[in-house]
């Protein structure tokens, strides 16, 4: 086997701060978002994009993005974001996606649209009834919905698959000149020791050995990348909780694993070499080490965040308390109920950051979040 | 970290060699396949299942699958398939999938579909204009379409996607009692040193540093499962690509990896910090260790085979040679037609296998892939 190092590689990635958060965004009928742009720019950051003297003027107005850390894309002359279906020489990513300030993220694409339709009435943007267009409608890999400010993204299941929505993702940022962009994954998982439905916060993501780092082979040699999240963030977010005041929320540590099943300690595989007083065993521990939730994408999400320097945060509902079983077995419209919390949170968030105020006929609709 | 070992994994799995394939099929209308149910029983096979006398009845009728490896499910009163959104309380498996005898499975849900609809025609079975509906219509997580033996399912891209894919489907043939399942993977690859348009038939998956193997964390263990694929199936569709004589075909090892950028060693994802000498450098190593394309799922397919004594396959077209570039620049038609060749090679052997003579109609047909 070759020889497996993890030296130098988080010195060689510049991580960045966060551009200042401290704006006062305008009111509608002009996009109020807009003016998130006008906060000072941040001069810590590298401008690694080149481009036409527009491009340039352009970047001047809104600080431009250094989300992505490849010198090599400066020399391509076209960027094809394969599993996107989209492009640098098909599209016009900065007119389509340069507004962009919050992404949120989940696995399955029919929960991304039903947030965006979920979103863009809580902003209070254009026609409830009217249907938001897939931008990936090319391919069938991921589905993408923009309203606003606020582009929504499935990501599949497992690491692999979230990494490559994150490649194309942080480069279309990147191409579309966005910045201080807030990502957001807003997924399912199974809980420990909490009562099913609570919404857990990532504080930080664990591999399946408990420690909060993202293992990755990159041209044969294992490279150990940091999975710290913003803090600040998950506080916003848990501030956020307390002040809908619908359901548990809790900031704890998320273990992220490969596998489903065994990965996550289940007796209810096609595989299964292991005893319940092992499997109990193993969830006590993960307890201990202050692990409160289980999925598969965290820990790629949180080392992705990092290295680009997107300001990135995790909230899952958790489906069952897996101390006590393995399959889900709530009924539909209960697991529909759950999947919304994390939805609820961070449009209250979303809102809050872009300060929309609550309309008379939101609150008491269907989502009953709009309770600021 | 704990301790990591890997010993006496291989040892506590049964691996059961397949069922005989000497039969000869019966010609329609009476289902063809079914003949294959009547080979002799495989008695080295352990009978994990329990059930009604009915069921036990039928068993001896048709040897009962023993793919699965988990004593725990003899316990449960129900198997809820999550992913699937099928159960044993609330579907009749067997008779909805009984007959099952080969699983054809890809990333794309559209790709499935396709050949579910190719598949058919080919067998002649049933309305080619007739839509053929989604077995997992209640969830978005996978798709799966069914013809008469062959049942086609999705399973996203990278090895945690297709993994519960493959524990949910292992199971369904156990419920469904099925026996002598043949499973193929036919998907699309990054090719190394060949032509774009190759199809390579997996001789060894292997990881990123050329080894046969696949490591899983089960309980904060690590676990190494043999990788090992069929040599006598490889060989069967060899002969059949060369029948076929469309496009060219090489048996070739085929390296899996967790990330489609910087594992695959591309130079146009979102981060990159190594020299197009550096990865020029890692794609020859691999070509000398026999690695003729890359993809992110051959690992865990061989592995769960290997372990269920599923007999396996993996055919991949190569899209690229990614010695000359990272990016998919082909047309749509084009990359079309590649994506046709997995499906036309596994369809003319499954129809070999079944026997379903060529009928004039189809002998000059778009697939043009009916030349027995």
């Known amino acids: 086997m070759r020889g497996l190092t993890a030296e130098g590689e988080q010195a060689?990635?510049?991580?960045?701060?966060?551009?200042?958060?401290?704006?006062t965004p305008r009111i509608r009928p002009t996009p109020y978002w807009?003016?998130?742009c006008r906060s000072p720019p941040d001069l810590s950051r590298r401008n690694m994009a080149t481009g036409s003297n527009e491009e340039k003027e352009a970047s001047k107005a809104c600080p431009q993005s250094s989300y992505v850390k490849n010198p090599h894309l400066d020399s391509m002359k076209e960027d094809i974001l394969y599993h996107f279906n989209l492009g640098t020489a098909t599209h016009d990513l900065p007119a389509m996606f340069g507004d962009v300030k919050f992404v949120c993220i989940g696995g399955s694409p029919w929960r991304m649209?039903?947030?965006?339709?979920?979103?863009?009435?809580?902003?209070?943007?254009?026609?409830?009834?009217a249907d938001i267009p897939n931008l990936c409608a090319g391919t069938d890999r991921y589905s993408m919905y923009k309203a606003g400010p606020v582009l929504s993204v499935s990501h599949g299941m497992g690491i692999p698959s979230i990494a490559i929505?994150?490649?194309?993702?942080?480069?279309l940022l990147h191409h579309a000149h966005c910045s201080d962009v807030t990502i957001l994954?807003?997924?399912?998982s199974g809980g420990i020791g909490l009562s099913?439905?609570?919404?857990v916060i990532t504080k930080q993501a664990v591999d399946a050995t408990f420690l909060p780092q993202f293992e990755q082979i990159i041209l044969g040699k294992k490279v150990l990348r940091s999975t710290d999240l913003d803090e600040k963030l998950s506080e916003e977010l848990l501030q956020c909780s307390r002040e809908l005041n619908e359901f548990d929320t809790v900031i704890g540590n998320t273990m992220c694993t490969l596998d489903f099943y065994e990965g996550q300690?289940?007796?209810?595989?096609?595989?299964?070499?292991?005893?319940?007083e092992e499997k109990q065993s193993y969830l006590a521990e993960a307890y201990a080490a202050g692990v409160r939730n289980i999925e598969m994408e965290s820990s790629a999400?949180?080392?992705?965040?990092?290295?680009?320097?997107?300001?990135?945060?995790?909230?899952?509902?958790?489906l069952l308390d897996r101390r006590k079983g393995d399959q889900v077995t709530n009924s539909h419209d209960i697991l529909n109920d759950y999947q919304m919390r994390p939805q609820k949170l961070v449009g209250h968030y979303i809102r809050k950051r872009l300060n929309v105020p609550c309309v008379a006929s939101q609150s008491t609709d269907a989502f009953g979040s709009c309770s600021m």
């Open 196 to 199: 099913p439905g609570t919404v």
């Open 301 to 318: 999400f949180a080392a992705m965040c990092k290295l680009s320097g997107l300001q990135g945060a995790v909230v899952c509902v958790t």
């Open 34 to 36: 807009i003016a998130l």
């Open 165 to 171: 929505m994150l490649h194309e993702l942080i480069k």
């Open 265 to 276: 300690a289940r007796l209810d595989g096609a595989f299964c070499l292991y005893s319940e």
């Open 113 to 129: 649209k039903s947030f965006i339709e979920f979103i863009s009435a809580e902003l209070q943007l254009g026609d409830p009834k």
């Open 185 to 188: 994954r807003i997924g399912t």
């Open 12 to 23: 060689a990635a510049d991580v960045f701060a966060r551009g200042s958060s401290a704006v």
